[in-house]
């Protein structure tokens, strides 16, 4: 589908999948510009704000979105603002303190450009796809529009699909419901379980000692497969924030004839993605890791898979001809095919603004700013007595930030209850999804029981220097108790 289709009528939009649709009014939204109410209707369909504008609008409006957090500015251009930066929490005592969130890895703060989006959208907010209505061709128009804007989010090739989900466990699994018959997965132990579980047969390969070794296990274990084959990685891994040689894994399954399949749901808040030159197949990603809590997500990638599967979900959407309910006809585009029912437009919507506020900030400055942090907060945590990072490749391999660590005398559970109770610090604490990785980097021992495990400080838009030194120095108290 091409970018003026998008933004075209919505009816023309869907007319290339489904001529049978074609309604005969045509509505007054112009190819190539973002969707004007009709004349007259001004006041109730406002125009939606693209997620550039809001960003953009939300940066120069220091402080005017209640809660928002600005940011420091970065390389001269203000951050993108996050919701809920004047939130206060209880502590033991009953005293309020502002919050410091170290948990964005889990879900990271709704972006005010995402929120403004949606806002926006809402007025007009109809039905999607079918209705010959204004505001359905408006929010048609809305939804494709999304689609369009990650897309080139994750510099997705032409002719690549970008199928909406609800999260990157939708995702993959959606990928797992797609694979030609035979299909082989070949995955590190190292995945989050969203990554590593959903394949029907899968070669499980042990932790690399070093990315050199991940490269070359994937080669042997490619190697000895017949027939089709998915090699299934974590971009940034979401215990220890290492990145991942994705460039030369994707090298690597080619060579073999395989396919790549790459879990950027830590990658895609903290870096930027370019499935075309990194030369991916698929990609999934998470919009609640993005700054977008309105339960959508993404799976981008070949679009040949997909069309030849059968639908994800059965029902409206996916199918372009029913005759007999036991043989109905399929969509043969994999977007509709595979988002059978009425998708989740409002958070398409604010997927699509999270993209668009990243993007206009740039990664240059985002990734400066939070190396910067980084730094502070592994330093910090260095001088604690008793701490452990977690690492798979070393303190000095590049990574994302997120640090899992843990602290002699506690348990995990106990060190993220009292940075709570005492000190209005949120982490999280366990295994993290990734039970054999976590594992793995503690030994059996500590993590067998359901207190076992880690406790994980994640950052992002709107962590300050203030959190990363008050986690540091409530740890150094808390190692001084025992
Ligand atoms: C690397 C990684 N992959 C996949 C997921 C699953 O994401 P979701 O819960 O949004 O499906 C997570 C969530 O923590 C993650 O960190």
């Given amino acids: 589908m091409s970018v003026l289709s998008i933004?075209?009528?919505?009816?023309?939009?869907?007319?290339?999948?489904?001529?049978?649709?074609?309604?005969?009014?045509?509505?007054?939204?112009?190819?190539?510009?973002?969707?004007?109410?009709?004349?007259?209707?001004?006041?109730?369909?406002?125009e939606a704000p693209?997620?550039?504008?809001?960003?953009?609008?939300?940066g120069a409006r220091s402080g005017a979105q209640p809660g928002a957090r600005p940011g420091v500015p970065a390389g001269g251009r203000a951050l993108p603002a996050v919701l809920g930066a004047d939130l206060e929490v209880p502590v033991r005592g009953g005293r309020l303190v502002p919050y410091a969130n170290f948990d964005y890895a889990a879900s990271a703060p709704c972006l005010a450009a995402?929120?403004?989006?949606?806002?926006?959208?809402?007025?007009?907010?109809?039905?999607?796809?079918?209705?010959?209505?204004?505001?359905?061709q408006l929010t048609t128009a809305r939804y494709e529009q999304a689609r369009h804007t990650v897309r080139a989010f994750a510099g997705a090739r032409p002719g690549d699909a970008v199928v909406f989900t609800r999260n990157t466990t939708d995702a993959t699994n959606l990928?797992?419901?797609?694979?030609?018959?035979?299909?082989?997965?070949?995955?590190f132990d190292t995945e989050h379980h969203a990554s590593l579980?959903?394949?029907?047969?899968?070669?499980?390969?042990?932790?690399?000692?070093?990315p050199g070794e991940a490269v070359r296990a994937a080669d042997d274990a490619l190697a000895g497969i017949e027939g089709p084959a998915l090699l299934v990685v974590t971009a940034a891994s979401n215990v220890t924030g290492e990145l991942w040689p994705i460039a030369a894994l994707a090298h690597i399954a080619h060579r073999h004839g395989a396919r790549i399949l790459v879990d950027a749901a830590q990658l895609a808040p903290h870096r930027g993605l370019n499935l075309a030159a990194l030369d991916l197949d698929y990609v999934a990603f998470s919009g609640h890791k993005l700054y977008a809590p309105f339960g959508a997500g993404a799976l981008?990638?070949?679009?040949?898979?997909?069309?030849?599967?059968?639908?994800?979900?059965?029902?409206?959407?996916?199918?372009?001809?029913?005759?007999e309910a036991d043989a109905p006809q399929w969509s043969e585009d994999p977007e509709q095919r595979h988002e059978a029912g009425t998708p989740n437009v409002l958070g398409a919507i604010a997927l699509a603004a999270a993209c668009e506020a990243l993007s206009a900030t740039g990664w240059t400055p985002l990734v400066r700013r939070e190396e910067r942090l980084l730094a502070r907060l592994r330093a910090g945590l260095a001088s604690v007595p008793g701490l452990r990072e977690l690492s798979l490749w070393g303190p000095d391999h590049p990574r994302v930030g997120i640090v899992s660590f843990t602290l002699a005398g506690w348990t995990a559970r106990e060190v993220a209850e009292a940075l709570s109770a005492e000190y209005?610090?949120?982490?999280?604490?366990?295994?993290?999804?990734?039970?054999?990785?976590?594992?793995?980097l503690l030994g059996d021992g500590d993590c067998a029981s359901g207190t076992g495990g880690a406790v994980r400080a994640s950052i992002g838009l709107g962590t300050t220097?203030?959190?990363?030194?008050?986690?540091?120095?409530?740890?150094r108290e808390l190692a001084g108790r025992r």
């Avoid at 209005?424 to 793995?440: L, N």
């Avoid at 220097?465 to 740890?475: G, K, M, P, Q, S």
């Fill in 300 to 323: 981008i990638g070949r679009p040949d898979w997909l069309a030849a599967a059968e639908p994800y979900l059965r029902g409206g959407g996916a199918s372009r001809d029913v005759a």
């Fill in 197 to 210: 579980l959903p394949w029907p047969r899968a070669v499980r390969l042990a932790p690399p000692a070093f």
């Fill in 465 to 475: 220097e203030e959190h990363v030194d008050r986690l540091t120095a409530a740890l």
């Fill in 114 to 136: 995402a929120q403004e989006a949606v806002a926006a959208a809402l007025p007009a907010y109809s039905s999607v796809h079918r209705g010959a209505g204004y505001a359905s």
């Fill in 175 to 187: 990928l797992a419901r797609c694979l030609p018959e035979g299909t082989t997965v070949v995955v």
């Fill in 7 to 46: 933004l075209a009528p919505a009816h023309e939009a869907r007319h290339e999948a489904r001529p049978e649709a074609r309604p005969e009014v045509q509505p007054q939204v112009r190819a190539g510009a973002q969707p004007q109410a009709p004349a007259g209707a001004q006041a109730e369909v406002p």
């Fill in 50 to 58: 693209t997620g550039a504008q809001a960003a953009a609008r939300s």
């Fill in 424 to 440: 209005g610090i949120g982490v999280r604490d366990g295994r993290f999804c990734a039970h054999p990785f976590v594992r793995h």
